[in-house]
T-cell receptor
Framework: EPEVTQTPSHQVTQMGQEVILRCVPI?????FYWYRQILGQKVEFLVS????????KSEIFDDQFSVERPDGSNFTLKIRSTKLEDSAMYFCASSDYGQPQHFGDGTRLSIL | SQELEQSPQSLIVQEGKNLTINCTSSKTLYGLYWYKQKYGEGLIFLMMLQKGGEEKSHEKITAKLDEKKQQSSLHITASQPSHAGIYLCGAPGNYGGATNKLIFGTGTLLAVQP
């Protein structure tokens, strides 16, 4: 069964450094999402992406965050200058129109 | 903004017992999704409900959306250790279909004792 894959599974980064989280959505899906889950808290929406542009973003998704679909298969989330509070599990998801979102296994981001 | 509250927060049951998890929304639901999460892993899609009164089943798991579309329940029959995990309900954050952002509930941690 097709699945969403995320790399790396765990990323450790110094505060202030840039980090790029990568995702390969399910191949025929058109809608892409990033969510995050801080330890012990709810899964929170960050951004949705369709037709090569952001369709919606949350208050969390400030100027330090950006997303890109650099080619036909990858979908990336970049954090320009990481903060301690960015430490979380980041999930990528994809969906087809009117269908449920399917999630990857996540990238655990640890900021030191 | 919409809030989803799940109850109970955690649940320990003996293998073979039935259980129910509830998800209550502060606003009318325009769809409700159930996901399962194992610790340190991603969310696995279980079921999607869209119409008031709708009920769906998959293996030993049944999910219902009430007629008023403000509450959903997930029922597991004859629980097994493989059912253990965190169950999350999610709803579209805006009126419309599954292409919208999902708002998630607080989660219910289920442990099944052999």
């Amino acid at each position: 069964e097709p699945e969403v894959t995320q790399t790396p599974s765990h990323q450790v980064t110094q505060m202030g450094q840039e980090v790029i989280l990568r995702c390969v959505p399910i191949s025929n899906h058109l809608y892409f999402y990033w969510y995050r889950q801080i330890l012990g808290q709810k899964v929170e929406f960050l951004v949705s992406f369709y037709n090569n542009e952001i369709s919606e973003k949350s208050e969390i998704f400030d100027d330090q965050f950006s997303v890109e679909r650099p080619d036909g298969s990858n979908f990336t989330l970049k954090i320009r200058s990481t903060k301690l509070e960015d430490s979380a599990m980041y999930f990528c998801a994809s969906s087809d129109y009117g269908q449920p979102q399917h999630f990857g296994d996540g990238t655990r981001l640890s900021i030191l | 903004s919409q809030e989803l509250e799940q109850s109970p927060q955690s649940l320990i049951v003996q293998e073979g017992k039935n259980l129910t998890i509830n998800c209550t929304s502060s606003k009318t639901l325009y769809g409700l999704y159930w996901y399962k999460q194992k610790y340190g892993e991603g969310l696995i899609f279980l079921m999607m409900l869209q119409k008031g009164g709708e009920e769906k089943s998959h293996e030993k798991i049944t999910a219902k959306l009430d007629e008023k579309k403000q509450q959903s329940s997930l029922h597991i029959t004859a629980s097994q250790p493989s059912h253990a995990g965190i169950y999350l309900c999610g709803a579209p954050g805006n009126y419309g279909g599954a292409t919208n952002k999902l708002i998630f509930g607080t989660g219910t941690l289920l442990a099944v004792q052999p």
